[in-house]
DNA sequence: TAGACGTGGAG
DNA sequence: TCTCCAAGTCT
């Protein structure tokens, strides 16, 4: 008789799964927490050196919550989907004022705080308050989907609703935490997206993709979209050793953060301008677009103009904690280099 | 419900 | 250089 699918799985967490991550040590709720929003469609080794910094600066939800957003905003600034921060606030808050503190240890009131969803509660149930949780993440649905040899992409909501019954009765009511992480090592260390190490799984006699030789097929790739293009242009605005920069808008593309403001004719006129020049094209692809965007260098005499609290001007030598786009962050980099 | 939402690593 | 997409959620 074959094996129980969870025990394998948990056996091989045993012998090879992870158990150094820095979110692993003390997994309180909300060092779980933390971890599960920054590792949403984000590798772990990106996230490691940002979960770091930020466990050093809020230690816990308290601090968290009585920070300021550019506070949060300058130590997510680099890692991308901003709203995943400006949540993050939010829910910290919320749990301080309206739980006491304390993280809820159950996944439907885990999904009433903003950005924790069914997948992100069941970590936080199982990870944090060892209670049975399905988690269903992207190297879930890519073990799963391979195991049922599941032949249509996992993005639609139909797949997606058959892949959350498969995970809910394969997930066991005991050693959920090490099943649950077991899976994840599983789909980042064997069942890869590219070359799955089939030699190496445990699953191999419970694996119908395995069995049919359609573990290089599947899981479906999602269906090719042309990326739409988009045109712009930005104002490197210089006066002395500042640099002038907006608070963009959220919700939006880098809400919150601080970024060159994009070309804006009426803003020019408040300046008395010394110098200016064209830089060349720089491109930037996102998930639903790419972006050209060229900057137009101004180097002003006045500092003046009665700016609104959404733009600052900006020392680089004088860094302060808030958000600047990557976009930003590259160019400073540069700058500097060039001064060398 | 499909689109919005970032960035960097892998192949 | 280019394409794909990773520990998803929100609207």
Same mark, same amino acid.
């Given at each position: 008789?074959?094996?129980?699918?969870?025990?394998?799985?948990?056996?091989?967490?045993?012998?090879?799964g992870?158990?150094?991550?820095?979110?692993?040590?003390?997994?309180?709720?909300?060092?779980?927490?933390?971890?599960?929003?920054?590792?949403?469609?984000?590798?772990?080794?990106?996230?490691?050196?940002?979960?770091?910094?930020?466990?050093?600066v809020?230690?816990?939800?308290?601090?968290?919550?009585?920070?300021?957003?550019?506070?949060?905003?300058?130590?997510?600034?680099?890692?991308?989907?901003?709203?995943?921060?400006?949540?993050?606030?939010?829910?910290?808050?919320?749990?301080?004022?309206?739980?006491?503190?304390?993280?809820p240890?159950?996944v439907?009131?885990?999904?009433?705080?903003?950005?924790?969803?069914?997948?992100?509660?069941?970590?936080?149930?199982?990870?944090?308050?060892?209670?049975?949780?399905?988690?269903?993440?992207?190297?879930?649905k890519?073990?799963?989907?391979?195991?049922?040899?599941?032949?249509?992409?996992? @993005?639609?909501?139909?797949? &997606?609703?058959?892949?959350? =019954?498969?995970?809910?009765e394969?997930?066991? /009511?005991? *050693? !959920? +935490?090490?099943?649950?992480?077991?899976?994840?090592?599983?789909?980042?260390?064997?069942?890869?997206?590219?070359?799955?190490?089939?030699?190496?799984?445990?699953?191999?006699n419970?694996?119908?993709?395995?069995?049919?030789?359609?573990?290089?097929?599947?899981?479906?790739?999602?269906?090719?979209?042309?990326?739409?293009?988009?045109?712009?242009?930005?104002?490197?605005?210089?006066?002395?050793?500042?640099?002038?920069?907006?608070?963009?808008?959220?919700? @939006?593309?880098?809400?919150? &953060?601080?970024?060159?403001? =994009?070309?804006?004719?009426?803003?020019?006129? /408040?300046? *008395? !301008? +010394?110098?200016?020049?064209?830089?060349?094209?720089?491109?930037?692809?996102?998930?639903?677009?790419?972006?050209?965007?060229?900057?137009?260098?101004?180097?002003?005499?006045?500092?003046?103009?009665?700016?609104?609290?959404?733009?600052?001007?900006?020392?680089?030598?004088?860094?302060?904690?808030?958000?600047?786009?990557?976009?930003?962050?590259?160019?400073?980099?540069?700058?500097?280099?060039?001064?060398?």
């Amino acid at each position: 008789m074959a094996a129980l699918f969870s025990d394998v799985v948990v056996a091989w967490y045993r012998q090879f799964g992870r158990k150094d991550l820095p979110w692993q040590q003390n997994p309180t709720a909300y060092r779980v927490w933390v971890s599960e929003i920054m590792l949403q469609q984000t590798q772990v080794a990106t996230v490691i050196d940002y979960y770091q910094r930020f466990m050093q600066v809020f230690p816990d939800v308290q601090k968290l919550a009585g920070a300021t957003s550019d506070e949060v905003l300058s130590l997510w600034s680099g890692l991308g989907y901003y709203a995943r921060a400006r949540n993050l606030h939010k829910t910290a808050q919320q749990v301080v004022a309206d739980h006491g503190g304390e993280f809820p240890d159950n996944v439907a009131d885990l999904e009433t705080l903003p950005g924790i969803g069914r997948s992100t509660a069941g970590a936080i149930t199982s990870f944090a308050y060892k209670k049975p949780a399905v988690i269903l993440d992207g190297n879930v649905k890519r073990v799963l989907a391979r195991v049922h040899a599941i032949k249509s992409w996992t @993005g639609e909501t139909q797949t &997606l609703k058959q892949l959350w =019954e498969i995970a809910e009765e394969e997930t066991p /009511q005991q *050693n !959920i +935490a090490a099943y649950n992480q077991a899976m994840m090592d599983l789909g980042a260390m064997i069942c890869t997206r590219s070359r799955p190490s089939c030699e190496a799984c445990p699953l191999t006699n419970h694996c119908q993709a395995f069995k049919q030789n359609l573990q290089n097929d599947l899981p479906l790739a999602k269906p090719k979209k042309t990326l739409p293009e988009r045109e712009g242009r930005m104002l490197v605005l210089l006066q002395d050793d500042t640099i002038l920069l907006h608070k963009r808008p959220s919700p @939006g593309i880098w809400g919150g &953060l601080w970024c060159f403001p =994009e070309y804006d004719a009426a803003l020019l006129q /408040q300046f *008395n !301008i +010394a110098q200016q020049q064209v830089g060349e094209v720089s491109s930037h692809t996102f998930s639903h677009y790419r972006w050209h965007i060229r900057p137009e260098y101004i180097w002003v005499k006045n500092k003046l103009p009665r700016l609104n609290q959404d733009f600052i001007w900006y020392n680089p030598d004088k860094p302060n904690n808030i958000g600047l786009a990557a976009i930003v962050k590259h160019w400073l980099v540069a700058q500097h280099e060039e001064i060398k």
